[in-house]
């Protein structure tokens, strides 16, 4: 079956270092994966969207890769400031006939130590 | 002002009164969706649509029915609600068809079945 994996519940890292959040998937051919960002109580908020043919995407502080020969994406924050704490999510679609119907992975707790 | 509103924002009721939370986006978007999140288990596609008078199951639909017949709403109805539909409901919206596939979320309603 589909699987997504965020393979940290919990990151803690100090201020000025790299954030990296790790998104593995099984049983996927995905056409792209996204990543939100969440804060406690309220909806995702879209962060970034990288296509099956493309290895990497930069905005800002932030990059993501994709592997879709390991089945990985990384998503990276660098030079992290305690704003940055949050909840992080990865995204699929599920593609071919179930285009649209995206799964979730359960999260990664970013928390930013001044 | 762009947004994905969603009413009630808090509701508490009893098993088996039917009830409707609505989904109204003002940006045009052919792609919408009903997630619901509870602790431990993510967020979770509950029904998708991606047009007027589409839609599709996500991975938990039981329980659960929604209509499209407006491009802006996608309510989604509770015909009988029992306990286990206790959790926090997200509505979104994506210009997918547009070659963009981000999706933006609303505010979220947090519902309690006793």
């Known amino acids: 079956s589909q699987k997504i994996e965020q393979n940290s519940e919990a990151l803690n890292i100090q201020e000025g270092k790299t954030a990296t959040l790790t998104c593995n998937y099984t049983?996927?051919?995905?056409?792209?994966l996204q990543w939100y960002r969440q804060d406690p109580g309220r909806g995702p908020v879209f962060l970034l969207l990288?296509?099956?043919?493309?290895k990497e995407k930069r905005k800002e502080r932030l990059k993501v890769t994709f592997d879709t020969t390991l089945k990985q994406s990384l998503f990276h924050i660098t030079a992290s400031q305690p704003a940055d704490s949050a909840t992080y999510l990865c995204?699929?679609?599920?593609?071919?006939?179930?285009?649209?119907?995206?799964?979730f992975g359960q999260g990664t707790i970013l928390t930013v130590h001044p | 002002e762009a947004q994905v509103t969603q009413n009630p924002r808090y509701l508490i009721t009893v098993t088996g009164k039917k009830l409707t939370v609505t989904c109204s986006q003002n940006m045009n978007h052919e792609y919408m969706s009903w997630y619901r999140q509870d602790p431990g288990l993510g967020l979770r596609q509950i029904y998708y649509s991606m047009n007027v008078e589409v839609t599709d199951k996500g991975d938990v639909p039981e329980g659960y029915k929604v209509s499209r017949k407006e491009k802006r709403n996608f309510p989604l109805i509770l015909e009988s609600p029992s306990p286990n539909q206790t959790s926090l409901y997200f509505c979104?919206?994506?210009?997918?068809?547009?070659?963009?596939?981000?999706?933006?979320f609303g505010p979220g309603t947090r519902l309690t079945v006793t």
């Open positions: 049983n996927y051919s995905p056409a792209y």
């Open positions: 979104a919206s994506s210009p997918l068809r547009q070659g963009s596939y981000e999706q933006y």
């Open positions: 990288i296509r099956e043919n493309e």
């Open positions: 995204a699929l679609d599920a593609g071919g006939t179930s285009y649209g119907k995206l799964t």
